[in-house]
């Protein structure tokens, strides 16, 4: 089954760029292009779009608000949005991960790397840029608002789904999470994906900010002994 790609840019260039590099490969397919946010918006609300690529500066609305309004509307849940940044270091990709992104991509991102970037957010993980992740947690927790309250489905997570959240958390795959607990690949990502449902999570980006934001983890934390 293809993968259904919108490309929302405000720079025809770059929308035709990407294009290129996606129809050259077989499995993700372009299905539309936005030139500004609120086009994105609507054109994610009229269905059959799995991922965005989602550039932040765009005119009319930009894109952490059009992530957003994709991002509440229950019935596009499954529609993953790769922000697109010419920075590394761009706060505003903090606000966007808030809003529901999935994860980014400088936009000098090799062809290669960006298909892949699409798979790996099309299947539910979540993308950050190597480079700048370590720098991107310590913004993250600096912007995050503390929470005002526990939340009460917090205590519907059982302790294999702790353990496991804060692995993800320190950014560990699915393999290696695997590894570490001795458990199958599948056990671990049935865990996950119970560990969404239950805190509301759209994907693992989502997890960490949750894990972030109630202090589950902070910033230069080493991973817990086995």
């Not at 946010?37 to 994610?44: E, F, L, T, V």
């Not at 692995?167 to 458990?183: K, P, Q």
């Amino acid at each position: 089954m293809s993968i259904r790609v919108l490309l929302a840019d405000d720079q025809a260039l770059i929308r035709a760029g990407f294009r290129m590099i996606i129809e050259a490969e077989v499995g993700p397919e372009v299905v539309g292009e936005a030139a500004d946010g609120r086009a994105a918006a609507d054109r994610c609300h009229r269905g059959q779009v799995d991922v965005v690529l989602m550039d932040i500066r765009m005119p009319i609305l930009d894109g952490i608000e059009a992530t957003r309004r994709t991002g509440a509307v229950e019935r596009l849940a499954g529609v993953r949005v790769l922000v697109l940044t010419t920075f590394d270091n761009d706060d505003n990709v903090i606000y966007a991960l808030q809003a529901g992104a999935s994860g980014f991509l400088g936009k000098n991102v090799a062809p290669s790397d960006l298909v892949n970037a699409i798979r790996v957010v099309a299947g539910g993980e979540a993308l950050l840029s190597p480079r700048a992740t370590s720098g991107l947690i310590s913004r993250l927790v600096h912007h995050l608002q503390p929470p005002t309250r526990r939340l009460p489905e917090l205590e519907l997570v059982t302790g294999r789904e702790k353990e496991i959240l804060l692995l993800v958390a320190h950014g560990l795959s699915n393999d290696a999470i695997a590894r570490r607990l001795h458990l199958s690949p599948l056990t671990v990502k049935t865990h996950i994906n119970r560990t969404m449902s239950k805190l509301r999570a759209r994907d693992r980006a989502q997890l960490v900010v949750f894990a972030y934001r109630h202090h589950m983890v902070r910033p230069g934390d080493t991973l817990p002994d086995n």
